[in-house]
C-alpha cells in the first residue's frame, strides 16, 4: 500500500540498497525483460544483499518493486500534465 509509512519503509530500503549499487547489473540492454513482478523480485533476491537490506528495512522486494514503479509512473504523470495542452483526464 502506498502509505506515508510504506514510504519511510522505502526511503530507508533505497539507503540501504545504495552500497550495493556496485553489484546491480547495469547494462539493462543485455538483461533478458521479466515478464512478470514475480521474475523481477526473483531477480533482485538472487543478488547477494539485496533480500537482507531490503528485509531490514522492512519490505520484501516485491513490495520495493511495486514503490518504485508507483512513484515512477506517478512522475511520468506529472511531466505529462506539465506539458502543453497537458490536462488530466476527466473523473
Partial sequence: MLTEPALAKYKQAVHKLQPLIAQLPQDCERENGSTSLKDMATRMDA?????????????????????????????????????????????
Fill in 47 to 91: 543478488i547477494p544483499g539485496v533480500k537482507s537490506a531490503l528485509k531490514a528495512a522492512g519490505m520484501t522486494s516485491r513490495e520495493y518493486l511495486v514503490f518504485t514503479w508507483s512513484v515512477f509512473q506517478s512522475g511520468m504523470a506529472v511531466l505529462a500534465v506539465q506539458q502543453p495542452g497537458g490536462k488530466l483526464p476527466p473523473v
